[in-house]
């Protein structure tokens, strides 16, 4: 079936340190979303991304979408205490009317 | 404050008992899905609903777990006969489009707890 990746499970870093966590994709996805989940809170939206080989930024944050439309990125510069949570990539599902989220990768930032 | 709504924030029930988790989806919205996370793990895609419709609930187990969104009032999961397992974060999103293509809007969630 579908399955979208994520890499790396955790992270660990030092305040100041850049972030990366990477996604990919089994199909080709129409679109990729990515949400930010803080410990015991509830996902939240951060940005969608729609073109081959799109960028997008957000402050410290930058979003990829690969050429081919099946992996993605998101990149944080010099990491703060409050980026810490865990960041989730999402698709489409096969149809086009689920949601496939990726397992997430959880960032430790240490002041 | 429009957001999503879920309720209760938590809920313990027995071995056996029923589980019944509300959410009111933000205003205007009216595509509902719903999804169970276990701890330090990912969020995992249980069904899509829209007014008075399921569209997809090919992430539910076929037995003891039901959902509706009726033509008024909030959206339903429940879960009958409940087992230590199904213990979890119940979240609901609303998104004012069809499909995967919209952005989610998660409410606060629902822990529920078997005991």
């Known amino acids: 079936g579908q399955q979208v990746m994520q890499i790396p499970q955790y992270q660990h870093v030092q305040e100041g340190e850049d972030f990366t966590t990477y996604c990919n994709s089994s199909t080709t996805l129409s679109n990729i979303q990515w949400y930010k989940q803080r410990p015991g809170g509830h996902p939240v939206f951060l940005i969608q991304l729609v073109k081959s080989g799109e960028v997008k930024k957000q402050k410290r944050l930058t979003f990829q979408f690969g050429e081919a439309k099946k992996n993605s990125s998101l990149h944080i510069t010099a990491t703060q205490t409050t980026d810490v949570g865990t960041y989730f990539c999402a698709g489409p599902g096969t149809g086009g009317f689920k949601t496939i989220f990726g397992a997430g990768t959880r960032l430790f930032v240490k002041a | 404050n429009a957001g999503v709504m879920q309720n209760p924030r938590h809920l313990v029930r027995r071995r056996g008992q029923e589980a019944r988790l509300r959410c009111s989806p933000m205003k205007g919205h009216s595509h509902v899905y719903w999804y169970r996370q276990l701890p330090e793990e990912g969020l995992k895609f249980m069904v899509y609903?829209?007014?008075?419709?399921?569209?997809?609930e090919s992430g539910m187990p076929k037995e003891r777990f039901s959902a509706e969104f009726p033509k008024e009032g909030p959206s339903i999961l429940r879960i009958q006969q409940v087992v230590r397992g199904d213990s979890a974060a119940y979240f609901c999103?609303?998104?004012?489009?069809?499909?995967?293509?919209?952005?989610?809007?998660f409410g606060p969630g629902t822990r529920l707890t078997v005991t």
């Open positions: 999103a609303s998104s004012g489009g069809a499909g995967g293509s919209y952005e989610q809007y």
């Open positions: 609903l829209q007014k008075e419709n399921i569209i997809d």
